[in-house]
């Protein structure tokens, strides 16, 4: 699976990126984002882009949404097996786990799928700049945050420090 997850990544690079620096380009050559990405790189060119933009929408639907939507049919599997645990805590327990998994995938999948499944021009440069540096940047460091505080010392270590840091008295 994760030799297929490669090759269809590196796959799916190579050909966008060889098209899209394919196509003409004229005018600035400065690209006005955070990223080197192919909407960043498509605002450059003088040709018509819209083939490439809708190859880029096709890829982008079979990249993102075929592995989220695999991903909330298996969780709700797991709830089934979740909820016909009789006991509480063990519950309990088994939704924590699956909770901070299901907010890293939110956290990726929800601005990558914002980013990648919306016409190029319905947002502004600005915003697309802000969702691209969310998911490339804030969620990878957010990931060792949100699996931590799972752990109980590291609860207990968090409650502590939260009050010094919002409410410091001099």
Aim: hydrophobic content about 45%.
């Amino acid at each position: 699976m994760a030799a297929f997850s490669w090759f269809t990544g590196f796959s799916n690079s190579v050909l966008q990126s060889s098209l899209t620096l394919n196509m003409p380009h004229c005018g600035h050559q400065e690209v006005d984002h955070f990223f080197c990405e192919v909407p960043a790189l498509l605002k450059l060119s003088c040709a018509d882009t819209k083939p490439i933009e809708a190859e880029l929408f096709f890829f982008s639907v079979l990249i993102l949404l075929i592995p989220v939507t695999l991903i909330l049919i298996s969780y709700g599997f797991i709830a089934q097996a979740v909820l016909k645990i009789r006991s509480a805590e063990g519950r309990q327990k088994a939704f924590g786990t699956c909770g901070s998994h299901m907010i890293v995938v939110s956290l990726f999948y929800g601005t990558a799928i914002y980013m990648y499944l919306q016409p190029p021009s319905s947002t502004s440069k600005d915003w697309g700049k802000m969702v691209s540096l969310f998911y490339g940047i804030i969620t990878p460091m957010l990931n060792p945050l949100i699996y931590s505080l799972r752990n109980k010392d590291m609860k207990e270590a968090f409650k502590r420090l939260m009050p010094r840091i919002f409410f410091c008295k001099k």
